[in-house]
């Protein structure tokens, strides 16, 4: 059996070659039968189409085996494609052959040819791939995947695999997952009565990376232009509908740019990635227009219009005249919660924000510090729907003001002498951003719920596939 000479029915039914015999392989969706006859409904998951197969009684194994098909069981039909009578295809695949590879006993196969909520659907993690709505997300994130590459490549930026397990976590200290090859049973203690790293895998503690920032910022350093595409970890417990243990996140970083050339960078690739789908996927996000959220094309049309960009100081200010009444009070200084990024975005501009110079303290020790000193070269993309999407700054490239502003974070030098030797040898000023891949993929579908928009969903309490 060979992948390559079968065909996709994304291809036939693009182009159908009526006349010709092929053979098609996939999952039944559903069976009608006919007098004399069967109608098989078959998709195969290259696109959101099935194809109609007819399978008459002549056929060896129609009473045995063709008769008891149910949803879900798979098989391959070879027959020759012929314009199809019916209304809405243009192709019909007339069985000569059907074979069975796998039942789905009816009695127990979870899946319905109905719809299915999404939380039920999230109980079935190994086979809610096969409904309309899952396939068409991972086709979608496929696709943005891709373009995401497509986008950093041709403007002249390298990959950089960064590492999963680090001992250089700058940020996430309460939000780390510790990897450990110990005996949790048997740890050695030290004579602190803490937990004695040193005898540990690596020599001392070790987590999974919350990040690739600041290894890519070696690498910019060095190429100029790269970007990490990779898993991230956060043991952050916010039971939310915007954040995993595990998410994917896109890092470019590059040298000579400020923060004004991060945003340019950050609207110019989101444009690129949605349009890029727009062309590449219409079916797919007809889908998600029609069941899932009815603004989602013109949600999308609007990030092809130029973003608002707007200081911190400026939103705050619109909070605070804005005549709302919000959980959390407003006051220059604090970090915008997601009711007051959502009244900005979904209320007051009906469009992407960025948001940037936020106020100094509610923001890392890398940030590059702007003259007045209370602020750094910070920005967040905001986009209705979701809130932040992408965060990204210039980095401070002085060694005297990032050293100083690492004693006021109480970060420890010693740990990161690596990351002030780029600053002590040929600094350069540079920035980048993450953005958060699954939110990019809900922004996408539409899809509200971020488990929905990734196939093995890590959450507080649930890893279990
Ligand atoms: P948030 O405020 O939404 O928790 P953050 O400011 O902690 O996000 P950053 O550290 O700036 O996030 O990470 C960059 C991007 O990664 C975010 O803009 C977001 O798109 C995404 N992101 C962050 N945390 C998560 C998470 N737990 N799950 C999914 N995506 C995330
Ligand atoms: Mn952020």
């Known amino acids: 059996m060979t992948q390559i000479s079968s065909q996709r029915i994304k291809q036939i039914i693009s182009a159908p070659p009526l006349g010709t015999t092929l053979e098609i392989k996939g999952w039944l969706k559903s069976r009608r039968d006919a007098k004399g006859f069967s109608f098989l409904d078959i998709t195969d998951g290259s696109c959101l189409q099935g194809l109609q197969v007819v399978a008459d009684s002549g056929l060896t194994n129609y ?242 219009e130029p973003f608002k960009r707007l200081s911190y100081s400026e939103a705050i200010n619109l909070l605070l005249t804005s005549g709302q009444t919000f959980a959390y009070p407003v006051s220059w200084g604090m970090d915008l919660q997601s009711e007051h990024e959502r009244y900005l975005t979904d209320s007051l501009f009906k469009r992407p924000l960025i948001i940037y110079n936020y106020p100094k303290k509610i923001k890392p020790f890398y940030m590059r510090l702007n003259d007045d000193n209370k602020t750094v070269a910070a920005m967040d993309v905001l986009v209705p729907g979701i809130g932040e999407i992408i965060g990204g700054s210039q980095r401070e490239e002085r060694l005297d003001v990032l050293t100083a502003r690492m004693a006021q974070c109480n970060v420890p030098q010693e740990p990161y002498q690596w990351y002030l030797d780029l600053r002590r040898f040929g600094s350069a000023p540079h920035a980048g951003f993450g953005l958060g891949f699954e939110r990019l993929v809900m922004l996408a579908t539409g899809l509200g719920n971020i488990r929905d928009v990734i196939p093995f969903p890590r959450t507080p309490g649930s890893a279990a596939i």
């Open 63 to 304: 009473q045995e085996e063709i008769k008891k098909l149910t949803t879900g069981c798979c098989l391959s039909v070879r027959g020759v494609l012929q314009e199809s009578p019916a209304k809405g295809q243009a192709a019909e695949l007339i069985a000569e052959e059907i074979t069975i590879h796998g039942w789905a006993d009816a009695a127990l196969y979870p899946l319905q040819k109905k719809r299915q909520s999404f939380e039920f659907l999230r109980t079935l993690p190994h086979l809610r791939g096969r409904t309309n709505s899952i396939g068409a997300m991972i086709r979608i994130r496929s696709r943005l995947s891709h373009a995401i590459h497509t986008f950093f490549q041709q403007h002249g930026f390298y990959e950089l695999h960064t590492p999963i397990i680090t001992a250089s976590d700058c940020e996430g200290a309460g939000e780390l997952f510790t990897v450990t090859a110990m005996d949790l049973a048997h740890l050695p203690i030290t004579k602190e009565q803490q937990v004695d790293y040193s005898r540990d895998f690596f020599g001392q503690q070790a987590s999974l990376t919350v990040s690739g920032q600041l290894e890519a910022e070696t690498y910019a350093l060095a190429l100029g232009n790269v970007y990490t595409f990779g898993p991230t970890f956060r043991a952050e417990n916010s039971n939310t509908s915007r954040h995993l243990a595990e998410f994917w996140m896109v890092e470019p970083e590059m040298a000579f740019c400020d923060l004004a050339g991060d945003m340019d960078l950050a609207e110019e690739m989101l444009r690129f990635v949605i349009d890029d789908l727009v062309t590449s996927a219409p079916d797919d996000l007809a889908l998600f227009n029609r069941f899932v959220d009815k603004e989602l094309l013109k949600r999308l049309a609007l990030l092809q």
